[in-house]
Nanobody, 125 residues
Framework: QVQLVESGGGSVQAGGSLRLSCAASGRTFSRYAMGWFRQAPGKEREFVGAISWSGVRTVYADSVKGRFTISRDNAKNTVYLQMNMLKPEDTAVYYC??????????????????WGQGTQVTVSS
């Protein structure tokens, strides 16, 4: 069992930065690829990015590539989402997700085993 708790959300002006954290319970954190998803009001949940268990491999949605960076610290059981050059269209609830490494490192919503509760990010123009 893994519990995920996000933090770091808030309100920021366009062009600003935020760093989200996702702390995982349990001692098997390194067995999971980790992903970030977001859901804006009235829209479906969408993939933001993912990181392999080792942190070596990352993948991002085109909409955030070059602006967002995912990293992880397995010693702290924590994954991060650094968001720079934020835009109003980045406004959403952001969720972290854990997917067993047996299913690859590209985290897909239908394969996620554990979800966090979400943290709100609001970007004003």
């Amino acid at each position: 069992q893994v519990q995920l708790v996000e933090s770091g959300g808030g309100s920021v002006q366009a062009g600003g930065s935020l760093r989200l954290s996702c702390a995982a319970s349990g001692r098997t954190f390194s067995r999971y690829a980790m992903g970030w998803f977001r859901q804006a009001p009235g829209k479906e949940r969408e993939f933001v990015g993912a990181i392999s268990w080792s942190g070596v491999r990352t993948v991002y949605a085109d909409s955030v590539k070059g602006r967002f960076t995912i990293s992880r610290d397995n010693a702290k059981n924590t994954v991060y989402l650094q968001m720079n050059m934020l835009k109003p269209e980045d406004t959403a609830v952001y969720y972290c997700a854990a997917q067993s490494t047996d299913r690859g490192f590209y985290v897909k919503a239908e394969l996620v085993e554990y979800w966090g509760q979400g943290t709100q990010v609001t970007v004003s123009s």
